[in-house]
């Protein structure tokens, strides 16, 4: 596709809830990123993935988060048992792969947990 | 640990006034940096980015921004600024070399006066 695109753009979730966040990259991108935005914040990293290898994961907050690009194209960022912190904006990037090349956000998922 | 800091959280400037919005990063390793803006309920927009070479880059919208390593900063500046202009701003720094996660700044949020 011409950007990245997340769905859905906007969730209410109610704690205890388990919610699944989509991304679909630029087509051909390698790389892909995960990010998570509280407000008033930056944005910041939650997990990597090379094609469909999850290469470092280390900015997931607790067990509860997960994600997959089991075919290294569309991800799913899933979080288990909604908390109230959890209410953020989830960012979805991606690049061609090398750190040299431009990393691209998509507009992003609005995650709010009540 | 790499961190970034904006130290402006906001910034009002009059429309055809000139702007700098200010950088500092700490990073082990030589970094790449980069300068993000986000409109309200928009995703990231790349507006430049410093890999190596020439420490004064030219961006999209009119934007640059100048590498001083001696003070570790990344400042971003435009000689006359829009109306349109109004939005948040993130500066970014990431690892050169292997993929690269971008560590954000807490972001300057840049208003316009008539």
């Known amino acids: 596709g011409a950007g990245v695109s997340q769905s859905p753009r906007y969730k209410v979730a109610k704690r205890g809830q388990d919610v699944a966040l989509r991304c679909d990259p630029i087509?051909?991108?390698?790389?892909l990123f995960w990010y998570q935005q509280a407000l008033g914040q930056g944005p910041e990293f939650l997990t990597y993935f090379q094609n469909e290898a999850q290469l470092d994961k280390s900015g997931l907050p607790s067990d509860r988060f997960f994600a997959e690009r089991p075919e290294g194209s569309v991800s799913t960022l899933k979080i288990q048992r909604t908390q109230q912190e959890d209410s953020a904006v989830y960012l979805c990037a991606s690049s061609q792969g090398n750190s040299g090349n431009t990393i691209y956000f998509g507009e992003g998922s609005w995650l709010t947990v009540v | 640990a790499q961190s970034v800091t904006q130290p402006d959280i906001h910034i009002t400037v009059s429309e055809g006034a000139s702007l700098e919005l200010r950088c500092n990063y700490s990073?082990?390793?030589?970094?790449?940096l980069f300068w993000y803006v986000q409109s309200p309920g928009q995703g990231l927009q790349l507006l430049l980015k410093y890999f190596s070479g020439d420490t004064l880059v030219q961006g999209i919208k009119g934007f640059e921004a100048e590498f001083k390593r001696s003070q570790s900063s990344f400042n971003l500046r435009k000689p006359s600024v829009h109306w349109s202009d109004a939005a948040e701003y993130f500066c970014a720094v990431g690892l050169a070399g292997g993929y690269s996660t971008l560590t954000f700044g807490k972001g300057t949020m840049l208003l316009v006066s008539p």
């Open positions: 087509s051909g991108h390698v790389s």
């Open positions: 990073y082990g390793a030589t970094p790449y």
